[in-house]
C-alpha cells in the first residue's frame, strides 16, 4: 500500500487537511474528563495560531466560521461565539506573523499563551454578561496553562506538516 505524499497533493486536499486538523481538535475539545471541563475550547486555538504562523495561505476564514458554529451548536453556545474568538484570533496572530517569522519558538510560544489568553478573556467575558452561568475563572487559567505546555507538541506537528506541504511547491 502506498501512501500519498504530503507534498503531491492538490490545494484544496492540503486545505482540507489543516481544516481537518481544526474540526479534530474542536471535538476533542468537547470531551469532559471526570468532573474537569479541559481543554474545552483553547485546544482549537493552538491549532488556529500555529497554522496561522507556519503555513497561513492554506487556512481560510470561511472555515472558521463554519466550524465556529458547528462548535456553538455542540456546546449550546449562542451562534457566534466561538467564531468570534476564533476570528479575534485569526485576526490577532495574522498581525503578529511578519514579527514572529524570524523569532524564537520561544518568543512565538509566549505570543501564543498572550493571544489566547486575551482571546479567552474577551470569549468568558462575553459568556459572562450574556448568559445566568457564573463562569469559572480558575478553569480557563487551568486550561491555559495545560494548553500552554501542550502547544510545542501542537506546533512541531503543525510545522512538520507545512514544511512537508511545501517541499516541492
Not at 481537518?20 to 470531551?31: P, R, V
Not at 497554522?51 to 472555515?63: E, V
Not at 518568543?107 to 459568556?127: A, K, P, Q, Y
Not at 501542550?150 to 507545512?162: E, G, K, N, Q, T
Request: aromatic letters at 16%; charged letters at 10%; glycine letters at 8%.
Amino acid at each position: 500500500m502506498t501512501i500519498l505524499p504530503l507534498y503531491s497533493m492538490p490545494p484544496f486536499l492540503q486545505r482540507a487537511l489543516v481544516n481537518f486538523h481544526i474540526a479534530m481538535a474542536g471535538l476533542c475539545s468537547l470531551i469532559h474528563w471526570g468532573n474537569y471541563p479541559g481543554l474545552r475550547i483553547l485546544v482549537p486555538n493552538a491549532f488556529i495560531f500555529a497554522w496561522l504562523i507556519y503555513a497561513p495561505d492554506l487556512f481560510r476564514l470561511s472555515s472558521l466560521f463554519i466550524i465556529g458554529l458547528i462548535m456553538d451548536s455542540l456546546m449550546n453556545l449562542p451562534l457566534g461565539i466561538s467564531f468570534g474568538s476564533y476570528w479575534l484570533l485569526w485576526w490577532m496572530t495574522l498581525g503578529q506573523r511578519s514579527f514572529l517569522a524570524g523569532q524564537r519558538f520561544l518568543i512565538g510560544w509566549l505570543s501564543f499563551l498572550i493571544t489566547t489568553g486575551i482571546v479567552e478573556l474577551f470569549r468568558s467575558s462575553i459568556l459572562a454578561f450574556s448568559s445566568d452561568a457564573v463562569g469559572s475563572w480558575h478553569i480557563l487559567g487551568y486550561d491555559m496553562l495545560v494548553v500552554f505546555i501542550l502547544y510545542p507538541l501542537i506546533a512541531m506537528h503543525v510545522r512538520w506538516i507545512a514544511l512537508r506541504l511545501k517541499q516541492l511547491e
